[in-house]
């Protein structure tokens, strides 16, 4: 099993669309959570990063269930510049002080 | 301020080739980190180092050797290229933790390996 695994899509949403992925991890004693964006031929920037509690910013909402594992990003108001891909990362706390990366969701927002 | 640079950004080398990717930083942070990314795997940590004159192996270090002698500058060395090495190499840099907590990593703009 991935350590951190999500969906590789891609989604293929309308502007307007709201969208949203999920990611799971393995480990439980995981204590920071990120949500990065990749575009195509890019490097990976973050976009923002996961809390308890669940935050927002702007039309994106990132939420975390520590008790199931899953951290989920929600777009609202799809616009054609967010098509990328979108990879989840989690502080494994493993000691390494780096973070683990999924493998990335992809989203094509269309006009 | 440039934030985090690759040099260089395309290279494709003959199998046994020796090459060394230069990763520098102009935030002074403490942490420096080197990744390979391929298709369908995401990104997975080669190296990283916490500080200068310090390193240590990530998931994947068979084949790399790195080296940080200045806190700017991190060094990934191929001593003899395998096609298995071909990927995009990023680099990236953070700030010292605080608690066990990761702070945001920076990434530079990533180096295109091919190995025939």
């Known amino acids: 099993r991935k350590e951190v695994e999500q969906d590789p899509g891609p989604f293929n949403v309308p502007e307007g669309a709201t969208v949203a992925f999920n990611c799971t991890y393995s480990n439980s004693a995981s204590q920071s959570f990120f949500w990065y964006r990749q575009d195509c031929r890019k490097e990976p920037k973050l976009l923002m990063s996961v809390y308890s509690s669940g935050n927002e910013d702007g039309r994106f909402t990132a939420q975390l269930n520590r008790a199931s594992q899953y951290i989920s990003l929600l777009i609202r108001d799809s616009k054609l510049s967010d098509s990328a891909t979108y990879l989840c990362v989690v502080n494994m706390d493993t000691g390494r002080r780096a973070l683990t990366f999924g493998s990335g969701t992809r989203l094509q927002v269309q006009p | 301020n440039a934030g985090v640079t690759q040099t260089p950004k395309f290279r494709v080398l003959k199998t046994g080739q020796s090459m060394t990717l230069l990763c520098a930083q102009d935030?002074?942070?403490?942490?420096m980190y080197w990744y390979r990314q391929d298709p369908g795997m995401g990104l997975r940590l080669i190296h990283y180092?916490?500080?200068?004159?310090?390193?240590a192996k990530g998931e994947v270090p068979d084949g790399y050797n790195v080296s940080r002698l200045k806190k700017q500058n991190f060094l990934l060395g191929l001593e003899s290229a395998a096609p298995s090495q071909t990927s995009v190499y990023f680099c990236?840099?953070?700030?010292?933790?605080?608690?066990?907590?990761?702070?945001?990593?920076?990434f530079g703009p990533g180096t295109r390996l091919t190995v025939l």
């Open positions: 990236a840099s953070s700030y010292r933790s605080r608690q066990g907590l990761n702070l945001e990593q920076f």
């Open positions: 180092s916490v500080g200068e004159g310090t390193t």
């Open positions: 935030m002074n942070h403490e942490y």
